[in-house]
Each structure stands twice: as structure tokens, then as C-alpha cells.
């Protein structure tokens, strides 16, 4: 099989929404300086930082619905093990959200009483550029596109998650 480097860009379909995360999590950004202390005290969902703390997506999250597509149309199970590599071609795993993400607060309904939600979320204004080590380049782009249609991270059995891939270079 032909090993190759592709750097790509993701563009949010539909809103990208954040995971759970906890008020202990929380409570760091806010030390580090990266979250204000309104902003954490209201967020449920907040995307994890890296060491610098720029918001980041994790590979197993962009792993999920390509594995549910590798499944679906029986592309090779080689196409899992693509690796995120960093500017320096360092394999770091995970893809760089190039800005703050937005925030939204919703109204919701928990056995039967009203409150809000608020959480973080990208969307198509967003473009997240990243390279990729992959085992068959030409598959493993078409096996991400159809990934995209999945979506990735909550509710995408609502809709959301949705993402189109486009290859910038091939390496």
C-alpha cells in the first residue's frame, strides 16, 4: 500500500458542537487564562485545549465516523490508522480549531423542568487546516468524505456534526 502525507481542510457543514466538560476542567482554563470566569461558569460543553490553549478536535473524534463509513462500505481497515502530524510533521493526534469557537446558549427542558445550555460550537466559517499520514491516500479521501456526511461529536442524529474535507496538497 502507498503511504502518503495529504494536508486538508475541514469546513464545519453544520455547527460542530463541543463535548461535555467538567466544571474541574473548566476551572483550569480559567487559571491558565484561556476561559473567562462568566464565560466558564455557564458552559456545559467546551472543546478540550492543547498546551497552549488554542481548542482542539481529537483524532478519535474524526476516527468515529470514519470507522462507521469503513464499516458501512467495506473501504480497507488500514484507513483508521491515519496519523495528524503538526507543521514539523510531528505526529500530534489532534487538529489546531484555528479560533475561539462560538457560543450558544439554548433553551432545553430536564425531566420536565426549564433551564439553558450553553456550549461552544464551530461552524462553516471555520476552516481547519491539518496534515494527515495515511496508508492510501486516494481511499482514505474518499472514505473521509463520506465520514463528513456522518458528522462528528453531539447530535449528529440531529443534523449536527457535518463537515466537507478538501485536499490542499498532496505530500
Not at 33 to 54: I, K
Request: proline share 4%; charged share 30%; aromatic share 12%.
Amino acid at each position: 500500500m502507498q503511504e502518503g502525507v495529504l494536508s486538508l481542510r475541514l469546513v464545519p457543514e453544520t455547527w460542530i458542537i463541543a463535548p461535555i466538560v467538567t466544571k474541574e476542567q473548566l476551572n483550569r482554563y480559567i487559571a491558565k487564562g484561556w476561559l473567562t470566569d462568566d464565560d466558564a461558569a455557564h458552559l456545559d460543553r467546551a472543546f478540550p485545549r492543547n498546551s497552549r490553549g488554542e481548542p482542539i478536535i481529537f483524532r478519535m473524534w474524526l476516527r468515529s465516523p470514519l470507522n462507521q463509513v469503513v464499516n458501512k462500505h467495506n473501504f480497507d481497515r488500514n484507513l483508521l490508522d491515519f496519523r495528524i502530524l503538526d507543521d514539523k510533521g510531528i505526529e500530534v493526534n489532534y487538529v489546531v480549531i484555528n479560533d475561539q469557537p462560538l457560543r450558544y446558549r439554548r433553551n432545553i427542558e430536564v425531566k420536565g423542568k426549564k433551564t439553558t445550555e450553553y456550549f461552544e460550537y464551530i461552524d462553516g466559517t471555520y476552516e481547519l487546516n491539518f496534515k494527515v499520514k495515511v496508508n492510501n491516500p486516494k481511499e482514505f479521501v474518499e472514505a473521509f468524505a463520506l465520514a463528513g456526511r456522518v458528522g462528528l461529536l453531539s447530535r449528529t442524529k440531529h443534523g449536527y456534526g457535518k463537515f466537507n474535507i478538501e485536499i490542499l496538497e498532496s505530500l
